[in-house]
């Protein structure tokens, strides 16, 4: 077999198990789980972009596994903002020192954008700030050849919208039954 399908085909393996544990958990109503499962995500995302090459995208991934599993360990209470600067510094260092021109730019501002929302803590916060914070990786995605991790990317960006719309917007509604 061909070194660029193997390759490839690993690539895409990698894409498809990290968009399994991340659209599942967007869907789950605790923080913890959410988090646990963003984390498994998170690590066959940087194999994936290991194996495709993609340096930028890897240490961004690093860095966002790192960050999963500090957070995942404060999921009752905010994590101290010395960490989320530690971790904005990380990745504008490693972004420096894997730069490959502007392209470079797209996953670092969707994982800072990311990792601000998961420093705040909040489940509704943290599916916000998902869908915003991978809309720059969709182009990332593609401009790299990750097909099945574009997939994944736009399945999340839907699931943090579903789960936004299915586990936030009813509490609203019943806050105001309350009330009345």
Request: aromatic content about 12%; proline content about 3%.
């Amino acid at each position: 077999m061909d070194n660029e399908l193997v390759i490839f085909i690993l690539g895409q393996a990698f894409g498809i198990l990290a968009l399994i544990c991340t659209v599942v958990s967007m869907q789950l109503k605790k923080k913890r789980q959410l988090m646990i499962l963003q984390t498994a995500s998170e690590a066959f995302i940087v194999a994936q972009y290991l194996v495709k090459g993609a340096i930028t995208g890897s240490f961004m991934a690093m860095v966002s596994f790192v960050r999963d599993i500090i957070f995942t360990k404060h999921d009752k209470k905010r994590t101290p903002f010395w960490v989320l600067l530690v971790i904005y510094a990380i990745m504008t260092i490693l972004t420096a020192i894997s730069w490959a021109g502007p392209l470079s730019l797209l996953p670092y501002v969707g994982s800072l954008i990311y990792a601000w929302s998961l420093w705040y803590g909040k489940t509704k916060w943290i599916r916000l700030g998902n869908a915003v914070g991978n809309s720059p990786y969709l182009i990332y995605t593609i401009v790299t050849g990750n097909y099945a991790l574009f997939i994944m990317t736009l399945l999340e960006v839907i699931s943090s919208a579903v789960g936004f719309i299915r586990l936030e917007l009813p509490s609203k509604k019943k806050k105001r039954k309350k009330r009345k």
